[in-house]
């Protein structure tokens, strides 16, 4: 019991203690990202992108966390497990930092939306990355609604939205 409580608190993030709280965002302009920031963590440096999605006003965005793999010769991997990822870094506090990253992206572009729906490459934990993200941001729905965001959670995906942009049902206001 004990246990599942200290989990359950840590998943919160309450206490834990971001990478970083400012960004720098390059625009890329490779096929990948549109947007990236890197931070060191640890001396592990992750990479936060905002990759662009298709939609009319080309506000909506994609977000992944990437890190270095040991795996690879070089580059980075979308998969967090810890054996194919370089160094040793929390990932708690990597989480922090990438919500962090998400309210200052919101704060200096203003997109109409972003997709936080889990990604990995390995199978089965998509959805496990999706709900832990659905806990985290559920856990900060008072922190997105004031920077004007709340969340849009919609046949297994995921989404932070503008709220003035989409009414209830997610359907997107001109």
Request: hydrophobic residues 40%.
């Amino acid at each position: 019991m004990m246990q599942l409580r200290n989990l359950l608190a840590e998943i919160t993030l309450g206490s834990v203690t971001p990478y970083a709280t400012q960004f720098v965002w390059q625009f890329s302009g490779d096929w990948r990202a549109n947007y990236e920031t890197r931070v060191q963590c640890d001396g592990v440096t992750v990479l936060f992108e905002m990759n662009s999605q298709y939609s009319r006003d080309g506000a909506e965005y994609a977000f992944s966390i990437a890190m270095p793999s040991d795996t690879m010769t070089s580059g980075f991997t979308i998969s967090h497990q810890r054996s194919q990822v370089a160094g040793q870094l929390s990932y708690l506090r990597v989480l922090q930092t990438a919500g962090e990253a998400i309210l200052d992206f919101c704060a200096q572009y203003a997109p109409a939306s972003i997709d936080v729906t889990g990604e990995d490459t390995q199978e089965g934990k998509d959805l496990q990355k999706t709900r832990i993200y659905r806990n985290l941001l559920q856990a900060n729905a008072v922190k997105l609604m004031a920077a004007g965001y709340r969340i849009l959670d919609r046949n297994g995906k995921l989404y932070i939205v503008a709220a003035n942009r989409y009414d209830a049902t997610g359907i997107h206001n001109d």
